[in-house]
């Protein structure tokens, strides 16, 4: 018969509590980047189809990119599109999300 050990490892539970402290991943962008980085602007039409809208630099200018697309396609005011802004960085043009 063996012992069953229901105590926890002192170690997981410290790796645990970091996560729960909020620090956040070590590649969050902080909100006073998200006026500087370069970043992709992706709009999606209310049948939820993707279209690329170009680059800009910065969140305000990924919006205004997307609302006046959406104002030209004359859905601006409907609840069914959305966009997405996504930064360059590390080699990528769709490094993160961050709208």
Do not use: Q
């Amino acid at each position: 018969m063996t012992k069953n050990n229901t105590t926890a490892n002192p170690w997981m539970l410290i790796v645990c509590a970091m996560f729960l402290v909020g620090c956040g991943p070590p590649d969050t962008l902080p909100l006073s980047d998200y006026d500087k980085v370069r970043v992709s602007v992706y709009a999606y039409d209310p049948s939820d189809k993707e279209h690329f809208l170009g680059e800009t630099l910065g969140a305000s200018s990924c919006g205004s990119m997307a609302h006046g697309w959406a104002n030209s396609k004359g859905f601006s005011r409907s609840a069914r599109w959305g966009y997405v802004c996504c930064t360059h960085e590390a080699d990528s043009k769709c490094y993160r999300k961050i709208r």
